[in-house]
């Protein structure tokens, strides 16, 4: 539970979100008028229609040659800058366009003081999906409940009072642009409207019922109930967007948002509000985490976020720890189901027409990061948006690969659009990223990984593997150094020059070609394809070389500056998310030198990936200062992370690594509790899941696991490492749907 004393006045700091999936709201809790920003994820300026014209990013005209000839300067200088090589593969974004606020919705309350006292509380129960504000005015006390259900696919409120006939309001929309109409006629306020820049058709509707009491539609678009018991609304918003190439459009929305507004309200309030509660529960209720928390009694949680590792004691600061965790888990829940956009930079929340970095899809880490916690921490179904959109970007990213690089396969670069974006940009440090579309298709093969359906491999996770490995096996060029394969031009995200064979680029190739390689014997695919990717993996400069000072290089020379503490620590990957590098081996301890060297600042999200990267080199004590550290300085009073700005990746990427502190299963190898740290003697977690189909629950005491409990979803050899084992691990025969319990 998160809970606050005073309304909020920041949008980005103080307001509190819900979401789900395609709507996104965050909630004031202001007296006098009550304000929902609201969002809708497909509305988005750009695309094919954009008055700025669209090309995808692809060239506009022809280069031959001009990939050859940045290559071959690599060859001969060994470096180039970011500058020089954007001037040669770069081009400036054109009807790139940005997310959307789809505006606000205020209720006005009259009569209301404008300034809270001691009976207000304003909060978000993100166990329950349920945004609540209390207040007492002339010995009545008042409430208000908003949710936003994806059964029903409505944002849904409720005003009330202890006393018949004492709730007064109107309700009325709002936007900062001007290219809507609103209408008022009975119940039922229609906002409906088109872009400006593309023509996109944008459609939400309110429908307003209330118990006792009068209703006016209003001139102005608004609507009235005065004197009611209770007030209740539904809201459903849609576009006329569709993530199909190239037009990317579909049916007007009218429609489907009349549709769902009118059966939300037959279906009635309390029935919508079961379904939803049903719907988050069965999400959120997996898993749970103890460890020693206890909130202080009348502590709102931003006072807990500012005395963090002060005198409220470590109760007080397990207590803020477990609430973050599990607030990761709530956002992806509340900004990533079926049959939406995957969760952007912002999640599905944005109250501007000028977001940062357009509230996009950046792909050098930001969209890949916003999903790992997603199958270890138990909510693998809010990963169907991200599928869906990987799938939808190979289409205009086979485009880009024929047209760029005269290859196979598909490619994305450093950042996307709802509108198939798979080109350049003219941003020095931030437009050249073709590894992208390799990472990408990491999350599909660890679904496959965790869940073992091998009819998603063969349907969803495989074929886009393939695709990408396809187009790495026409592009990776024989390195005159050393006769080794590589990537090149390649270049460390936003760090740094140009050279071939980077770390990173290296590192991400070799995953996504052991994975194709894994997933193409598993599904049986040609023995030619196989044996290809077997001798490109043989001949692969697999990105790891210890540099002078022990470190793990970021590029193939060896360049790296001990004093360097950019935030970036790209060259890593291999350690995480990837699996190349095993704890205790020459290559850990030199990614272990990189890390400290980089140190513990940067901003959220940096922050975020170093939890991870410590517990994966088994120190839990210093993944555990890297969570204090984003709490500290990199978390915001809502509990938002921010880059600076508000960044949703942070968070998500928290909730991975507390789970990585507690399970890891990325060897093969189930791991209880490979990185505990000392601050967490005693606990328990339960539901998460390891890779090969097991969800556990782990009780320790002690710095040492007490018991284990294993659920079984797969049939097959299992080996679970602990010290609660002579030892030190046990295999046995797991069975589909049996529970083993170690003691």
């Given at each position: 539970?998160?809970?606050?004393?005073?309304?909020?006045?920041?949008?980005?700091?103080?307001?509190?979100?819900?979401?789900?999936?395609?709507?996104?709201?965050?909630?004031?809790?202001?007296?006098?008028?009550?304000?929902?920003?609201?969002?809708?994820?497909?509305?988005?300026?750009?695309?094919?229609?954009?008055?700025?014209?669209?090309?995808?990013?692809?060239?506009?005209?022809?280069?031959?040659?001009?990939?050859?000839?940045?290559?071959?300067?690599?060859?001969?200088?060994?470096?180039?800058?970011?500058?020089?090589?954007?001037?040669?593969?770069?081009?400036?974004?054109?009807?790139?366009?940005?997310?959307?606020?789809?505006?606000?919705?205020?209720?006005?309350?009259?009569?209301?003081?404008?300034?809270?006292?001691?009976?207000?509380?304003?909060?978000?129960?993100?166990?329950?999906?349920?945004?609540?504000?209390?207040?007492?005015?002339?010995?009545?006390?008042?409430?208000?409940?908003?949710?936003?259900?994806?059964?029903?696919?409505?944002?849904?409120?409720?005003?009330?009072?202890?006393?018949?006939?004492?709730?007064?309001?109107?309700?009325?929309?709002?936007?900062?642009?001007?290219?809507?109409?609103?209408?008022?006629?009975?119940?039922?306020?229609?906002?409906?409207?088109?872009?400006?820049?593309?023509?996109?058709?944008?459609?939400?509707?309110?429908?307003?019922?209330?118990?006792?009491?009068?209703?006016?539609?209003?001139?102005?678009?608004?609507?009235?109930?005065?004197?009611?018991?209770?007030?209740?609304?539904?809201l459903a918003a849609g576009t006329d967007h569709a993530d199909t190439h190239p037009d990317y459009r579909g049916e007007d929305p009218?429609?489907?948002?009349?549709?769902?507004?009118?059966?939300?309200?037959?279906?009635?309030?309390?029935?919508?509000?079961?379904?939803?509660?049903?719907?988050?529960?069965?999400?959120?209720?997996?898993?749970?985490?103890?460890?020693?928390?206890?909130?202080?009694?009348?502590?709102?949680?931003?006072?807990?976020?500012?005395?963090?590792?002060?005198?409220?004691?470590?109760?007080?600061?397990?207590?803020?720890?477990?609430?973050?965790?599990?607030?990761?888990?709530?956002?992806?829940?509340?900004?990533?189901?079926?049959?939406?956009?995957?969760?952007?930079?912002?999640?599905?929340?944005?109250?501007?027409?000028?977001?940062?970095?357009?509230?996009?899809?950046?792909?050098?880490?930001?969209?890949?990061?916003?999903?790992?916690?997603?199958?270890?921490?138990?909510?693998?179904?809010?990963?169907?948006?991200?599928?869906?959109?990987?799938?939808?970007?190979?289409?205009?990213?086979?485009?880009?690969?024929?047209?760029?690089?005269?290859?196979?396969?598909?490619?994305?670069?450093?950042?996307?659009?709802?509108?198939?974006?798979?080109?350049?940009?003219?941003?020095?440090?931030?437009?050249?990223?073709?590894?992208?579309?390799?990472?990408?298709?990491?999350?599909?093969?660890?679904?496959?990984?965790?869940?073992?359906?091998?009819?998603?491999?063969?349907?969803?996770?495989?074929?886009?593997?393939?695709?990408?490995?396809?187009?790495?096996?026409?592009?990776?060029?024989?390195?005159?150094?050393?006769?080794?394969?590589?990537?090149?031009?390649?270049?460390?995200?936003?760090?740094?020059?140009?050279?071939?064979?980077?770390?990173?680029?290296?590192?991400?190739?070799?995953?996504?070609?052991?994975?194709?390689?894994?997933?193409?014997?598993?599904?049986?695919?040609?023995?030619?394809?196989?044996?290809?990717?077997?001798?490109?993996?043989?001949?692969?400069?697999?990105?790891?070389?210890?540099?002078?000072?022990?470190?793990?290089?970021?590029?193939?020379?060896?360049?790296?500056?001990?004093?360097?503490?950019?935030?970036?620590?790209?060259?890593?990957?291999?350690?995480?998310?990837?699996?190349?590098?095993?704890?205790?081996?020459?290559?850990?301890?030199?990614?272990?030198?990189?890390?400290?060297?980089?140190?513990?600042?940067?901003?959220?999200?940096?922050?975020?990936?170093?939890?991870?990267?410590?517990?994966?080199?088994?120190?839990?004590?210093?993944?555990?200062?890297?969570?204090?550290?984003?709490?500290?300085?990199?978390?915001?009073?809502?509990?938002?992370?921010?880059?600076?700005?508000?960044?949703?990746?942070?968070?998500?990427?928290?909730?991975?690594?507390?789970?990585?502190?507690?399970?890891?299963?990325?060897?093969?190898?189930?791991?209880?509790?490979?990185?505990?740290?000392?601050?967490?003697?005693?606990?328990?977690?339960?539901?998460?899941?390891?890779?090969?189909?097991?969800?556990?629950?782990?009780?320790?005491?002690?710095?040492?696991?007490?018991?284990?409990?294993?659920?079984?979803?797969?049939?097959?050899?299992?080996?679970?490492?602990?010290?609660?084992?002579?030892?030190?691990?046990?295999?046995?025969?797991?069975?589909?749907?049996?529970?083993?319990?170690?003691?």
């Amino acid at each position: 539970m998160l809970w606050y004393g005073t309304p909020a006045a920041d949008w980005e700091r103080e307001a509190l979100p819900i979401g789900n999936g395609a709507l996104g709201a965050m909630v004031f809790g202001t007296l006098a008028s009550e304000r929902l920003q609201f969002n809708e994820k497909t509305l988005w300026t750009g695309g094919p229609g954009s008055r700025e014209g669209y090309d995808f990013g692809n060239w506009r005209a022809p280069r031959p040659g001009a990939l050859d000839a940045v290559r071959e300067e690599l060859d001969e200088k060994g470096r180039l800058d970011p500058d020089t090589v954007a001037a040669k593969l770069g081009q400036p974004r054109r009807g790139y366009g940005a997310h959307q606020t789809f505006g606000d919705l205020h209720i006005d309350v009259p009569g209301t003081p404008a300034a809270s006292d001691a009976s207000y509380r304003r909060a978000l129960d993100i166990g329950q999906g349920l945004a609540t504000v209390t207040y007492r005015r002339e010995q009545v006390r008042h409430h208000r409940e908003f949710f936003a259900s994806y059964p029903d696919g409505v944002m849904v409120g409720r005003l009330f009072a202890d006393r018949a006939g004492q709730v007064t309001c109107t309700l009325r929309y709002a936007s900062p642009r001007a290219d809507f109409t609103a209408k008022a006629d009975g119940d039922r306020i229609t906002v409906r409207g088109e872009l400006a820049d593309n023509g996109l058709k944008f459609e939400a509707q309110l429908r307003i019922s209330h118990q006792g009491g009068t209703r006016v539609a209003n001139g102005d678009g608004s609507v009235t109930v005065t004197g009611a018991d209770h007030v209740w609304f539904v809201l459903a918003a849609g576009t006329d967007h569709a993530d199909t190439h190239p037009d990317y459009r579909g049916e007007d929305p009218h429609a489907a948002v009349t549709g769902a507004v009118d059966k939300a309200v037959a279906t009635g309030h309390g029935k919508l509000r079961a379904r939803h509660l049903r719907d988050h529960r069965d999400l959120f209720g997996r898993v749970a985490l103890d460890i020693g928390q206890a909130l202080p009694a009348d502590v709102p949680t931003d006072r807990l976020l500012k005395e963090y590792g002060g005198p409220s004691g470590a109760a007080a600061d397990r207590a803020l720890e477990a609430l973050f965790f599990q607030y990761g888990r709530y956002l992806l829940i509340a900004s990533s189901r079926a049959g939406s956009l995957p969760a952007n930079l912002q999640g599905v929340w944005n109250n501007s027409t000028t977001p940062p970095w357009s509230a996009d899809y950046h792909t050098n880490i930001n969209l890949q990061m916003n999903y790992w916690l997603a199958e270890a921490a138990n909510l693998p179904e809010t990963t169907a948006p991200y599928d869906r959109f990987v799938e939808a970007l190979r289409a205009p990213g086979r485009r880009t690969a024929k047209e760029m690089f005269g290859s196979r396969g598909w490619v994305v670069h450093n950042e996307t659009n709802p509108y198939g974006f798979t080109g350049v940009h003219d941003w020095s440090t931030a437009f050249w990223f073709p590894e992208a579309a390799a990472w990408l298709t990491a999350q599909l093969y660890e679904h496959y990984r965790f869940g073992g359906s091998t009819d998603y491999l063969r349907a969803t996770a495989y074929p886009a593997m393939k695709e990408a490995a396809e187009f790495w096996l026409d592009n990776l060029r024989t390195d005159p150094r050393d006769g080794t394969l590589v990537v090149t031009p390649s270049y460390s995200p936003e760090h740094g020059d140009f050279t071939a064979g980077g770390a990173m680029a290296q590192q991400i190739v070799h995953d996504l070609l052991t994975n194709t390689l894994e997933a193409a014997r598993v599904l049986g695919d040609s023995p030619s394809f196989r044996a290809e990717l077997a001798k490109t993996l043989d001949g692969l400069d697999p990105g790891l070389r210890i540099g002078s000072w022990g470190q793990l290089q970021e590029w193939k020379a060896d360049a790296d500056d001990q004093a360097d503490d950019h935030r970036h620590v790209s060259h890593l990957y291999a350690l995480h998310p990837g699996r190349q590098i095993e704890p205790g081996s020459t290559w850990a301890e030199a990614a272990k030198v990189s890390l400290r060297a980089r140190g513990d600042g940067g901003t959220g999200w940096s922050k975020a990936w170093k939890i991870n990267f410590w517990a994966r080199l088994r120190d839990g004590d210093h993944a555990h200062k890297m969570l204090g550290e984003q709490l500290k300085s990199s978390t915001l009073p809502n509990l938002w992370d921010t880059h600076p700005p508000f960044q949703i990746d942070g968070n998500f990427g928290a909730t991975s690594g507390v789970v990585e502190m507690l399970l890891q299963s990325q060897h093969d190898v189930i791991e209880i509790l490979p990185a505990l740290p000392a601050s967490w003697p005693a606990g328990t977690v339960r539901g998460l899941r390891a890779r090969g189909g097991a969800t556990l629950d782990i009780t320790w005491a002690g710095g040492r696991a007490t018991h284990i409990a294993l659920r079984a979803s797969r049939t097959r050899e299992l080996t679970v490492r602990s010290d609660l084992f002579s030892g030190g691990a046990k295999t046995f025969k797991a069975r589909a749907g049996q529970r083993y319990e170690f003691h």
